[in-house]
């Protein structure tokens, strides 16, 4: 039964270390792409350091909702010894 419950775990938490890749990558792909763009004037300066906040937030919405899961399923890294 533990052996099952610590795989779970494990896999809960491998699927959150993807999650967490995947939701960088994106923002460094925006990142990226908004500064091409700010540079090929399709926005001004401004606009582009707006949207770059934006995706800010966002990511730190995300970092909120995977504490929340965290503390609802008792899982964090340094609670499962890979």
Request: a negative charge; glycine letters at 2%; one cysteine or more.
């Given at each position: 039964?533990?052996?099952?419950?610590?795989?779970?775990?494990?896999?809960?938490?491998?699927?959150?270390v993807?999650?967490?890749?995947?939701?960088?990558?994106?923002?460094?792909?925006?990142?990226?792409?908004?500064?091409?763009?700010?540079?090929?004037?399709e926005?001004?300066?401004?606009?582009?350091?707006?949207?770059?906040?934006?995706?800010?937030e966002?990511?730190?919405?995300?970092d909120?909702?995977?504490?929340?899961?965290?503390?609802?399923?008792?899982?964090?890294?340094?609670?499962?010894?890979?």
């Amino acid at each position: 039964m533990f052996l099952i419950i610590s795989e779970i775990y494990l896999f809960l938490f491998r699927t959150h270390v993807n999650i967490e890749n995947e939701r960088n990558n994106y923002r460094n792909q925006l990142k990226d792409q908004n500064v091409l763009d700010v540079n090929n004037k399709e926005y001004n300066y401004q606009t582009g350091v707006h949207y770059m906040d934006i995706i800010s937030e966002c990511e730190k919405l995300g970092d909120y909702v995977v504490n929340v899961v965290e503390a609802r399923t008792d899982i964090k890294e340094k609670k499962i010894d890979l």
